[in-house]
């Protein structure tokens, strides 16, 4: 099947002639495939979070959520 490169300000121009149905349609998969981006993102965050601070003899699954903003807070600031 051949491809078709199309730039991005082409689709956007042809996402806007599309009916109103067809315009949710494509703004639904682009949600979705956010929303999995995004739920990738946080859950290798938190595996990073949690390697860190077993480096440093803490369980980040057992600190409160003031005491993961404060240990947060002091690794963004330990190279200051």
């Known amino acids: 099947m051949p491809m078709l490169e199309l730039t991005v300000e082409q689709i956007i121009e042809l996402v ?34 949690r390697r860190i601070t077993a480096e440093r003899g803490l369980d980040w699954d057992k600190m409160s959520e003031e005491e993961r903003e404060a ?10």
């Open 71 to 80: 240990f947060v807070d002091d690794l963004m600031h330990e190279d200051s």
């Open 16 to 49: 806007k002639q599309l009916p109103p149905q067809d315009k949710y349609a494509v703004l639904h998969a682009i949600k979705t495939e956010q929303n999995a981006w995004w739920e990738e993102r946080v859950t290798r965050g938190e595996q990073e979070m």
